[in-house]
Nanobody, 128 residues
Framework: QVQVVESGGGLVQPGGSLRLSCVVTGLSLDMYGIGWFRQAPGNEREGISCLSTSDSNTVYTDSVKGRFTISRDNAKNTHYLQMDSLKSEDTAVYYC?????????????????????WGKGTLVTVSS
């Protein structure tokens, strides 16, 4: 059984930082890349970052480039999303996703794929 579990969300002031964590079990990460998407109230899902397992290539959507960094710790089987210089418009529920491609980062709106797996999400609120 595939499980995707996110953690690390919370309330942060504009300009602050948060680090989200994601643990994926029950899935061969040789075939899947891990990334993140977010969804704000009333908005479509937005793919924001992806780390390709096959070549360690990283992809970011324009709105987070230079502020967010995706990484992984193989020893801990954990992926991270370091979020710096947070803005109020970053407020959303953030989801970790296991997908066999990173195409979702460029899709507007982000498509649903039967082979994707994602968790229940973690809420990030950026507010003073």
């Amino acid at each position: 059984q595939v499980q995707v579990v996110e953690s690390g969300g919370g309330l942060v002031q504009p300009g602050g930082s948060l680090r989200l964590s994601c643990v994926v079990t029950g899935l061969s990460l040789d075939m899947y890349g891990i990334g993140w998407f977010r969804q704000a109230p009333g908005n479509e899902r937005e793919g924001i970052s992806c780390l390709s397992t096959s070549d360690s290539n990283t992809v970011y959507t324009d709105s987070v480039k230079g502020r967010f960094t995706i990484s992984r710790d193989n020893a801990k089987n954990t992926h991270y999303l370091q979020m710096d210089s947070l803005k109020s418009e970053d407020t959303a529920v953030y989801y970790c996703i296991a997908s066999d491609s990173c195409l979702y980062v460029a899709e507007k709106p982000m498509k649903y794929r039967a082979r994707d797996y994602w968790g229940k999400g973690t809420l990030v609120t950026v507010s003073s």
